[in-house]
């Protein structure tokens, strides 16, 4: 009888506690003692993404660095733009994407300046020499637990990053967008079902699902797909940078169906999928990588 090659989804990735420290912004995934898996040594490719050319922002650690990683081993040349100050893990990731023989461009931004997500998307289509798969993924997370505590700079920032840049970067990259190119999103579970502490985070990713449909209706008679990607409990520098209590942190995704926290590895293959042909007929979807939590109404 031949072996079967299954694997026990509650026990595949860390399922103890998560005793980590937090970090000074900006949060790096080579200081974290328990790392996430973003499939350095884990991830396989098989050429689906052969010869694209694909800008990922947020793409030095947590789910970013596992879409970089994926889509060089697919076959792809991969941008990053990543916040200044995380130039370690931005490095890092060039080297495995560099591993595959593809091509790698670091692009440090933040993204909270005016112009800032236009210049990344133009630096990324001239050291590229074009694009055809655009990843947003870069987010801003930080915790309140009261709206007294909330402070308006921030709620304007985190807008900012993660929901206004989007615009911008679309605009910027879509004279470059031929038919059959993608747009993927990351929204989030705090989409669907917000955290009380993440009021500013929450209200930005449900905001981000509201544009990705919309993009794809609008986008879809120019041959170009949209598609959004909904992480629940994902374990990535950004929860260390002040995005979840302290005293949370070692229980961490383990109020989830699966009883652990996922792990950025976990949602390469949708991000894969979804700038695939592979996946021509899917446009204007959300795709929940939430360990069990529903993203339906």
């Not at 299954?6 to 026990?11: E, H, I, N, S």
């Not at 989030?188 to 699902?209: E, H, M, N, V």
Request: net charge negative.
């Amino acid at each position: 009888m031949t072996k079967s090659n299954l694997k026990d989804p509650r026990t595949l990735y860390h399922t103890g506690k998560f005793d980590e420290p937090q970090q000074e912004t900006p949060a790096l995934q080579e200081n974290m003692t328990i790392t996430p898996d973003c499939g350095e040594t884990s991830y396989t490719g098989y050429g689906r993404l052969k010869n694209r050319r694909a800008l990922i922002t947020g793409g030095d650690s947590g789910i970013g660095r596992a879409v970089a990683i994926a889509y060089a081993r697919e076959g792809a040349d991969v941008a990053i733009q990543f916040f200044p100050g995380e130039e370690k893990d931005a490095r890092a990731v060039a080297t495995l994407i560099e591993a595959e023989e593809q091509n790698a461009v670091l692009i440090p931004a933040d993204l909270r300046d005016d112009g800032a997500a236009e210049r990344v998307v133009s630096l990324a289509i001239e050291k590229l020499g074009g694009l055809d798969t655009l990843v947003l993924n870069a987010a801003q997370q930080i915790q309140h637990q009261s709206i007294k505590e909330l402070p308006q700079n921030q709620v304007q920032d985190t807008f900012m990053v993660n929901v206004l840049s989007m615009f911008d970067s679309v605009k910027a990259a879509l004279p470059f967008l031929t038919p059959g190119s993608s747009i993927i999103t990351t929204t989030s579970i705090q989409g669907f079902d917000p955290s009380p502490s993440l009021l500013d985070y929450a209200a930005s990713k449900a905001a981000i699902t509201n544009l990705t449909i919309a993009l794809a209706k609008l986008l879809a008679k120019d041959g170009v797909r949209v598609n959004g990607v909904a992480p629940g409990p994902i374990w990535t520098p950004l929860q260390l940078d002040h995005g979840q209590p302290q005293e949370k942190l070692a229980t961490f995704g383990k109020d989830t169906l699966m009883g652990r926290a996922g792990m950025p590895v976990e949602l390469a293959p949708v991000y894969v999928l979804l700038a695939s042909n592979d996946a021509s007929y899917i446009t204007g979807q959300i795709y929940g990588v939430t360990g069990g939590a529903s993203i339906n109404p």
